[in-house]
């Protein structure tokens, strides 16, 4: 186990090594400058009493919506401690979710949001869904898309647990064909298999839960 502990750490360590991104101030009102004037050309009124500071706002929000960026230290610490060994226990599927996320499109810079449910066959260890809630949210607060963001959740998952198998699916809604009346009201739905899962029965079990407890 104390081998796997420090797998684990290895493993994870590339993703949510904790390596906050550093903006210095005068870079920070350079890009504000920036970005009223963008807003500007785009028809907005600035300096209004609900405009002045909405490139400051901007900003920061877009920072706070790609902090996976920054890494998760507690999720880098917490698995090892939280991965208790079930050594007993009759391999069964475990299914959390709905986890919910917001992500920004790599290709808009423009958010899709939705659920994550994540199922797995456990190895000699399980994970509580606090942990499974931080690595969504380390993969989807960046630029990505969602086929990506599903296989690094289940990768690294398989890393840190090294459960039989792992299914992740993410059903999301994305702004940028939604806000422009591309496509107003689909959700984008993705699965990601490793392991167990290339059995079919298994498969249909995890989506059948899903389904279950998808919110409507
Ligand atoms: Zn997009």
Redesign the pocket.
């Known amino acids: 186990m104390s081998d796997n502990v420090v797998d684990f750490r290895e493993a994870l360590a590339h993703r949510a090594e904790h390596a906050p991104r550093e903006i210095g101030e005068a870079d920070w009102r350079r890009y504000e400058r920036y970005m009223k004037e963008i807003f500007t050309a785009l028809g907005m009124q600035p300096d209004t009493a609900g405009t002045r500071e909405t490139p400051e706002r901007f900003l920061r929000a877009l920072y706070d919506a790609t902090s996976g960026y920054d890494g998760d230290p507690k999720l880098l610490t917490a698995f090892p401690t939280e991965a208790t060994g079930a050594p007993d226990a009759i391999p069964g599927l475990i299914v959390e979710g709905p986890i919910a996320f917001s992500a920004l499109?790599?290709?808009?810079a423009?958010p899709?949001h939705g659920y994550a449910h994540i199922g797995y066959v456990a190895g000699d260890s399980i994970i509580g869904i606090s942990k499974l809630t931080r690595l969504v949210r380390l993969f989807a607060r960046r630029f990505t898309v969602q086929e990506r963001m599903g296989e690094e959740i289940a990768d690294t998952l398989v890393h840190l647990i090294e459960p039989e198998g792992v299914a992740v699916h993410l059903e999301a809604s994305?702004l940028?064909?939604q806000m422009r009346g591309v496509e107003e009201h689909s959700r984008t739905t993705t699965t990601f298999w490793r392991g167990v899962f290339r059995d079919a029965e298994l498969r249909r079990e995890f989506l059948d839960e899903v389904r279950a407890r998808s919110p409507r």
């Open positions: 499109c790599e290709h808009h423009l899709f994305h940028c064909t």
